[in-house]
């Protein structure tokens, strides 16, 4: 389905470090099929790693929301929560 072939496009884009391509791929699949919970973790991971913690933050939870039983998930959201906060600390 359309939903699950823009999440391997934007899994694709994301190995190839192009991360606003990705980011694009994930959002799409998300509108196409709001209640698919795999690109919202991978959109949350890009997030992440782009250092958008807050943004990151909200694509976990609505995973978890979604499917509570999504572990990656869960650790996820914990570590994005941590980098946050040592961020913070750090006063960057």
């Known amino acids: 389905d359309l939903a699950a072939a823009l ?6 884009r994301y190995l ?6 990705a980011v694009q791929d994930f959002t799409a699949a998300i509108e ?4 698919f919970e795999v690109p919202y973790y991978n959109r949350g991971l890009v997030r992440y790693r782009l250092g958008d913690f807050d943004e990151a933050m909200k694509d976990f939870r609505k995973v978890l929301e979604l499917n509570p039983q999504f572990e990656d998930a869960a650790l996820s959201l914990k570590q994005a929560i941590l980098d946050k906060e040592e961020k913070q600390k750090r006063g960057y």
């Open 7 to 12: 999440n391997d496009r934007g899994q694709a």
């Open 16 to 21: 190839r470090v192009e991360f606003a391509a």
């Open 32 to 35: 196409c099929q709001p209640g």
